[in-house]
Structure formats: C-alpha cells, structure tokens
Nanobody, 125 residues
Framework: QVQLVESGGGLVQAGGSLRLACAASGRTASTYYMGWFRQAPGKEREFVAAITLNGGNTYYADSLKGRFAISRGYAKNAVYLQMNSLTPEDTAVYYC??????????????????WGQGTQVTVSS
C-alpha cells in the first residue's frame, strides 16, 4: 500500500502562483510514476502532469505546458506541482497519484494505482 497526502492548495487571485506538494509513504519502492490530476466542478478528472521517480522524466497536459511544472524531492518520496499564471479555469481539486503497475507512461486514470484525498485550489478573478 502507498499513502499519498497532498498539501498546498488554497485561494489565490488570477495571475498568482501556488505550489502543491504530495508526500508518499508506504511501499513506494515499486512506484514508476507520480502524477497530478485535477477535477473541476461538474467535469471529469483530467491529467495534469507526471514524473518518473527514477529518471525524472516529465509529462504534461498540452494545455498546461509552460505554466505548470512538476518536480520530485531529493528523497523521491515527494513530488511538487508549481502552478503559475493561474486563471479561474484552474479552479479544481488537485489529486496526487502513483503508478506502480507498469513502466510505460499513461495519462489514463485507471493506470494509477493509488490516489490522495485531494487539495482544493480556487482561483478568483
């Protein structure tokens, strides 16, 4: 089992920045990817970004490239999401996820084995 705990969400004005953190614990040694997803009110959960814990390769949703940046902690049991130039459309619950089943990258929700509880990000106009 892997436990994921997100932090860093909150209320920010449009144009501002936030940095989310995800702390992983438990049996993390078999984790290939950690990723961020988000779910806005009335919408489906969508992929935001992912990173490989060993090589540090990063992947982004096309629409978010250049504004969001994912990184990993030195101990590889933490990942971060730096979000810049936020807009009200970025308002959502942001979830951290871990993929252990395969070394192949996927954006699909079903490809991730463990999920955090989520952290709310609200961007005011």
């Amino acid at each position: 089992q892997v436990q994921l705990v997100e932090s860093g969400g909150g209320l920010v004005q449009a144009g501002g920045s936030l940095r989310l953190a995800c702390a992983a614990s438990g049996r993390t040694a078999s984790t290939y990817y950690m990723g961020w997803f988000r779910q806005a009110p009335g919408k489906e959960r969508e992929f935001v970004a992912a990173i490989t814990l060993n090589g540090g390769n990063t992947y982004y949703a096309d629409s978010l490239k250049g504004r969001f940046a994912i990184s990993r902690g030195y101990a590889k049991n933490a990942v971060y999401l730096q979000m810049n130039s936020l807009t009200p459309e970025d308002t959502a619950v942001y979830y951290c996820a871990a993929r252990q089943g395969s070394s192949r990258f996927t954006e699909a929700l079903l490809g991730y084995d463990y999920w955090g509880q989520g952290t709310q990000v609200t961007v005011s106009s």
